[in-house]
């Protein structure tokens, strides 16, 4: 079997009890006394760390979403000082600001663990070639993949994302075994090679780890045929420590957690109650282990469900099923997390259109596409051509700076969007998964 760290991968529940127990408590402590939010928030519910007494208590812990974030822009919620913060990435937030996230020197090793185990779960090991085909950058994923394959001893290949031909040629130099990127680049990649008449046996590649968006088990076979390979789904989300919070072992039948780090629950999302085992909900996870940024009951917004059967692997682990969908209206575009909103703003500080718009999502060539269809003004629709095309040059760049990637923007005729009298309707998203 295909461990990393068997003490706690395959640990008797009991065991881990105790394990989360004693770190919960540390935590709990830790966020109390290092910051101002959390005192703030138990106070309000009158608790206090030392009621805090075992894993059973959490559900009396207040819950952290990612507004507080926001609100406490850029580092109010980090538990660490500033000296000891030796990295920070950054994901989207429902407007312009980014959500914020920090670590430590530990984080930055509890992550390379996490991601360790991943990579391990999927076969990998100190013989595999990992090609990092996830963006470096802000985003978790790059970097986080990175250091967990150097952790397992891999041979860490840095492509970062984008430049397909080069990611193949090096795929096929190297013998790269192992490659991390998102499902839809993957099959990206399955298109590039017909073209350029690569066959998959003649590569050496083995494995996948596919996340940071929402795929279909269809979509998987799909990937697994053309690739001639076995495609792992990874789930994990910047503000918990970025890849890495759940990953596939062999058996494809759900996402072990590294329960020793992340604690997670399923909630209803519109009570806050705790669901039975089993049942749909929101996945909200605390972590503790954590120092730069720990959270307390972060509100994920993601779908899932939690099986707690042992697994044919021989983890204990807790597994949580595919991802379903959000609770919010976020919706990732090529990796990239985005809400309408923040489209939404941008025409607003613009200023010369209508605030009628409407994002087109689909799936080109294996590759997500966005346009961006804005109504423009009676007195706009008017003037000549120049100017309308100066609009459009302007929006397309305030929305590629805002959202981090490109848009087709179409100006389209005063009240051609349709109106709706309730929820608005931002969203048409063709892509089938
Ligand atoms: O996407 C971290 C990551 C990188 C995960 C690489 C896996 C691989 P964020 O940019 O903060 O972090 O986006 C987090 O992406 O709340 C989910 O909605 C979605 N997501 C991530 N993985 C999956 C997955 C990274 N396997 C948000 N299936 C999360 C479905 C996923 N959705």
Avoid at 54 to 69: A, G, W
Avoid at 157 to 166: A, E, H, Q, V
Avoid at 333 to 356: C, D, K, M, W, Y
Avoid at 363 to 374: A, F, G, P, S, Y
Wanted: with cysteine; hydrophobic share 35%; net charge negative.
């Amino acid at each position: 079997m295909s461990y990393w760290n068997e003490k706690y991968e395959c640990m008797s529940r009991d065991e881990m009890r105790k394990v989360q127990t004693e770190r919960l408590i540390k935590t709990v402590n830790r966020v109390y006394d290092n910051v101002p939010h959390y005192r703030k928030k138990m106070d309000e519910k009158g608790i206090l760390p030392g009621d805090i007494k075992s894993v059973d208590d959490l559900k009396h812990l207040p819950f952290t979403y990612k507004q507080d974030l926001r609100d406490t822009y850029p580092f109010g919620l980090f538990a660490a000082p500033m000296n000891e913060i030796v990295r920070v990435h950054a994901s989207s937030g429902t407007t312009g600001k980014k959500t914020v996230v920090g670590y430590t020197k530990n984080d930055i090793e509890v992550w390379a663990e996490v991601m360790a185990r991943t990579f391990a779960g999927a076969g990998a090991g100190k013989d595999s070639f990992l090609q990092v085909s996830y963006g470096y950058g802000l985003f978790t994923g790059g970097l986080g993949a990175h250091y967990g394959g150097e952790y397992l001893g891999a041979t860490v290949i840095p492509t970062s994302s984008g430049n397909t031909k080069l990611q193949l040629s090096l795929m096929q130099d190297f013998g790269t075994t192992h490659i991390a990127c998102t499902p839809s680049y993957a099959l990206y990649l399955a298109e590039e090679m017909q073209e350029l008449g690569i066959k998959p046996e003649e590569l050496k590649l083995k494995a996948g780890i596919f996340g940071a968006e929402p795929w279909s088990e269809s979509m998987r076979k799909e990937i697994e045929q053309r690739l001639n390979i076995k495609a792992f789904d990874i789930y994990g989300l910047s503000e918990v420590i970025g890849p890495g919070v759940a990953c596939e072992c062999e058996y494809q039948c759900g996402m072990h957690i590294p329960e020793d780090h992340f604690i997670p629950e399923i909630i209803d999302p519109e009570t806050g109650e705790v669901l039975p085992e089993g049942t749909q909900g929101e996945i909200v996870f605390t972590t503790i282990t954590k120092e730069g940024l720990p959270l307390i009951r972060y509100r994920t917004r993601d779908l899932s469900s939690l099986n707690y059967a042992p697994c044919k692997c021989g983890r204990t682990e807790t597994r949580m099923n595919k991802v379903t969908g959000r609770t919010d209206d976020m919706l990732i575009i090529r990796g990239v997390n985005v809400f309408p909103s923040q489209v939404e703003s941008v025409l607003l500080s613009i200023g010369e259109t209508a605030p009628h718009y409407m994002l087109i999502v689909d799936r080109k060539d294996n590759l997500d596409t966005l346009e961006i269809q804005v109504e423009i003004t009676p007195q706009l629709f008017s003037d000549e051509v120049k100017k309308l095309e100066d609009i459009e040059r302007k929006i397309r760049k305030e929305i590629e700076s805002t959202l981090g990637i490109s848009a087709k923007i179409k100006l389209v005729e005063p009240k051609s969007i349709q109106r709706s009298e309730g929820k608005a309707k931002r969203v048409i998203d063709k892509r089938v998964l």
